[in-house]
């Protein structure tokens, strides 16, 4: 390994250490979601000039405006979804295709919707020469849900918006969960919000505060 160009092997390294050092030490213990971000190579979802820092602790510039979240944010969101081999998952704001592709390496199926459709495409062309073949991309508003692929046991929200979405509560199946920003009192903070579907009603947690972007309408 020189200065400039890491091997596989040095990545393969750092994502050992990430996961140790950011993510067991703070408390993230399914193996799902452990295994699944030892295996997923974060770098490549970032620009080439940037693979030097895909493993830091903190979220990313992936342009057009938009951030990979940190590491931990993305494996305890999919940690409090509670996902099992057979999960349906819908996610909002494709971004990287990092989380997307860390969900499809635990569910069976994962949709995802992004509203930038260069991102869209590019995750779209990476999760496909990657191998999965468990996704399906659609370019649009998420706030609406995919109608047609209802009802889902997960969703997950990677932008912040100003009210929960009323057609993804609807879209969600009975003891199905949602996780998602939600704007708060601090003008640049979110409460991380964990909705779930009970037959006595949507139960509400508050899990911590973050820090995602807007959640963009089409209205
Ligand atoms: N999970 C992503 C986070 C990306 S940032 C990752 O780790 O890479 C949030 C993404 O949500 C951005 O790509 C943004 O374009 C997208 N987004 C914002 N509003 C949206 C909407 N209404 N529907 C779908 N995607 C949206």
Known sequence: ???????????????????????????????QVLSAMRTVPRHLFMP????????????????????????????????????????????????????TAILAEIAQEVYTIEYVSELGQRGRSLLESLGYRNVHFRI???????????????????????????????QLDMH????????????DSQDLIRLTKTPAGIQRETLYQVRFVPLRSSQ
């Open 48 to 99: 080439q000039d940037q693979w030097e820092a895909a493993y830091d602790d903190s979220p990313q510039p992936i342009g057009y405006g938009q951030t990979i979240s940190q590491p931990f944010v993305v494996a305890s969101m999919t940690e409090h979804l509670v996902l099992t081999p057979s999960s349906r998952v819908l996610e909002i704001g494709t971004g990287s295709a990092y989380q």
């Open 140 to 170: 649009g508003d998420g706030s609406f849900g995919w109608p047609e692929a209802q009802p889902f046991d997960s969703i997950i929200v990677t932008a912040a918006a100003d009210e929960i979405p009323g057609p993804l509560v609807k």
């Open 1 to 31: 390994m020189d200065g400039n160009h890491s091997s596989d092997a040095a990545f393969t390294q750092r994502r050992e250490r990430m996961v140790e050092e950011q993510l067991v030490r703070r408390g993230i213990s399914d193996h």
């Open 176 to 187: 199905a969960r949602m996780i998602l920003p939600v704007r708060g009192r601090e003008p």
